[in-house]
């Protein structure tokens, strides 16, 4: 009885240990103050694109803005991804609004031009496939 089983727990420890997530290198320039925190979103999602809360998927995370000049995020999984960034310099856990304008700072994944509202998916997506590395200016309006 002992020998049926054996090859079975041989085939298991045999088995490949699953690959890991790859991960995104971010480095953040431009922060006008180290208060509060960075909201961060890493979502494959272009309707929940930038804002993850409608994406169960996305990698949401808060830094310290202290923290913020380099971190990292692990990805599901290799895909296209687009990441947005909110400096929180309030640590209210959302963006501060004056008329439409933000009264606090964003970013994006390759830092497309902002014109009149957030950019599209497809100007700030950019490939995963193993580690990468993302560097975001952060623009304030007011």
Not at 67 to 94: Q, R
């Amino acid at each position: 009885m002992a020998l049926a089983i054996l090859p079975l727990l041989t085939a298991a420890a045999s088995a490949p240990p699953p690959a890991p997530s790859p991960t995104v290198d971010v480095s953040v320039t431009g922060l006008r103050s180290t208060k509060g925190q960075l909201l961060v979103c890493l979502t494959a999602n272009p309707k929940a694109f930038p804002d993850c809360s409608k994406d169960k998927a996305s990698v949401r995370l808060a830094v310290k803005a202290t923290n913020a000049g380099h971190f990292s995020i692990a990805a599901p999984a290799d895909g296209t991804y687009a990441v947005a960034v909110v400096h929180d310099e309030n640590s209210n856990n959302k963006m501060d609004m004056a008329l439409f304008m933000p009264k606090e700072g964003f970013g994006f994944s390759r830092n497309p031009a902002i014109g009149m509202g957030a950019p599209k998916f497809k100007s700030a997506s950019f490939a995963i496939t193993g580690d990468t590395r993302q560097a975001i200016k952060m623009k304030y309006m007011l």
